[in-house]
């Protein structure tokens, strides 16, 4: 451990150290890695992994079990930073605890079924304690590429902290492990009148606790599980939320005959097809809440597990709000309609898909370029800790471009894990 730290801040430890390493990539001198003389130069044997969220956590945690040195890149100043930093106060987990531990190490077992934003953190901070992982906070990763002159990534961050002069680092590596999370950027919607409005605009990664609204009329611009539960909130401390539906929406049960919908939904998956197990979900989800679209609330043509699994929407998971929707105490307003005056606060409830950095360093979505190469993101594993979509073939979705065959870059989902399947993952790297 005390060779990996000092290959972190000493940028030339493993050019002095090359004799004590194996594979060429650690007697690599600084000079023929064409890095800018003003930045500081960091040459590491393992992969750099981008993200200390969970699935940056799990990825380093992994890799440590298997005798794989890591790097965590990390742009806050914290783990997790979106659950600590960007969540309201009531936010629970929406899966039972056993869906979204990470690997290596359960949720204690006094935790209750969904444990709350404190209790997740709390578990993430004893997570890396117990691996002994050490990110590197106030690292903004603004480009990686791949120099194939070199035959190696150079991934290049820009201090993010508080001071005004600004450093600069490039990283070395041979493998890239982008875990930004799915929903790293907020969105702020164009609404038609929004210019015209004299009230506040807060987005909801702001949001902490419905106190603050008291007795204020607030607009929740969002139907999505943090769109309903952020209006539940509100409606909870005497606020007075109306809801924007800018799509349709699947809202379920949070639990179904005694079970949680997620874990009743990968049960049947064993044996139905989606489609079926689709059906089954929406005949009960209508004799329990009955026909949302009465409320405004329109349900997609495509089922929610098919949706989950082509598009990545999921579905909403009630825990209250529909009830308070039927009786008037939260109202729906359809998109498009001018916020009415009477408006005291607009919550935007969105965030991006901001998931991966192309060569360029730009951030893109999947249509962003028109030819893919070999790169290929991994997907989580497919049994009872998989995602919603675990139930179909194993997925590979290209991540960036390069035409070298050595290049790898591989991108962790969310939360979701199969210990089973991380073989599969780190074999390249072993």
């Given at each position: 451990m005390e060779a990996e730290c000092k290959s972190v801040h000493d940028p030339f430890y493993c050019h002095h150290q090359r004799g004590n390493c194996?594979?060429?990539?650690?007697?690599?001198?600084?000079?023929?890695?064409?890095?800018?003389?003003?930045?500081?130069?960091?040459?590491?044997?393992?992969?750099?992994?981008?993200?200390?969220?969970?699935?940056?956590?799990?990825?380093?945690?992994?890799?440590?079990?298997?005798?794989?040195?890591?790097?965590?890149?990390?742009?806050?100043?914290?783990?997790?930073?979106?659950?600590?930093?960007?969540?309201?106060?009531?936010?629970?987990l929406h899966l039972p605890k056993r869906f979204c531990e990470l690997p290596l190490l359960p949720f204690p077992?006094?935790?209750?079924?969904?444990?709350?934003?404190?209790?997740?953190?709390?578990?993430?901070?004893?997570?890396?304690?117990?691996?002994?992982?050490?990110?590197?906070?106030?690292?903004?990763?603004?480009?990686?590429?791949?120099?194939?002159?070199?035959?190696?990534?150079?991934?290049?961050?820009?201090?993010?902290?508080?001071?005004?002069?600004?450093?600069?680092?490039?990283?070395?590596?041979?493998?890239?492990?982008?875990?930004?999370?799915?929903?790293a950027e907020a969105v702020l919607p164009e609404i038609a009148g929004m210019e015209e409005f004299k009230g506040s605009v807060v987005h909801t990664s702001l949001y902490r606790s419905g106190d603050v609204y008291r007795n204020k009329r607030v607009l929740v611009v969002g139907c999505g599980n943090s769109g309903m539960e952020v209006s539940l909130d509100l409606c909870n401390h005497n606020a007075h939320p109306s809801l924007v539906v800018r799509d349709s929406v699947h809202i379920l049960p949070r639990e179904m005959l005694g079970r949680s919908t997620f874990e009743l939904s990968m049960w049947l998956l064993k044996w139905l097809s989606v489609k079926t197990v689709d059906r089954f979900l929406l005949l009960v989800a209508r004799l329990v809440l009955g026909d949302t679209s009465k409320f405004g609330l329109r349900r997609p043509q495509v089922g929610p597990l098919e949706l989950k699994s082509l598009s990545g929407k999921t579905p909403v998971l009630d825990v209250g709000t529909l009830a308070k929707i039927k009786s008037?105490?939260?109202?729906?307003?359809?998109?498009?309609?001018?916020?009415?005056?009477?408006?005291?606060k607009v919550l935007p409830c969105l965030l991006s898909l901001h998931l991966i950095l192309w060569n360029s360093g730009a951030p893109c979505r999947k249509a962003d370029h028109g030819t893919w190469s070999r790169i290929c993101r991994w997907h989580s594993g497919r049994i009872r800790r998989g995602n919603l979509g675990n139930r179909l073939p194993e997925q590979r979705t290209p991540l960036a471009t390069s035409t070298h065959p050595s290049c790898s870059i591989y991108s962790v989902p969310m939360m979701h894990y199969n210990i089973s399947d991380t073989d599969d993952f780190f074999r390249p790297l072993l």
């Open positions: 194996s594979g060429h990539f650690m007697s690599m001198k600084p000079e023929m890695i064409g890095a800018k003389a003003e930045d500081r130069r960091v040459l590491f044997p393992g992969p750099i992994v981008v993200g200390a969220g969970p699935s940056g956590l799990a990825a380093a945690a992994c890799l440590k079990d298997k005798g794989i040195p890591s790097l965590i890149l990390e742009r806050s100043n914290c783990i997790a930073s979106l659950w600590q930093l960007r969540t309201y106060d009531r936010l629970r077992s006094w935790f209750p079924t969904y444990p709350t934003k404190q209790q997740f953190v709390a578990y993430l901070e004893a997570y890396v304690r117990q691996f002994d992982i050490q990110p590197v906070f106030n690292a903004s990763v603004v480009a990686a590429e791949y120099d194939a002159a070199a035959g190696f990534w150079r991934v290049r961050t820009v201090s993010s902290g508080g001071g005004s002069e600004k450093e600069r680092t490039e990283y070395v590596c041979r493998w890239v492990v982008v875990a930004t999370g799915e929903n008037g105490d939260i109202k729906v307003r359809l998109v498009g309609h001018t916020p009415p005056r009477s408006i005291d």
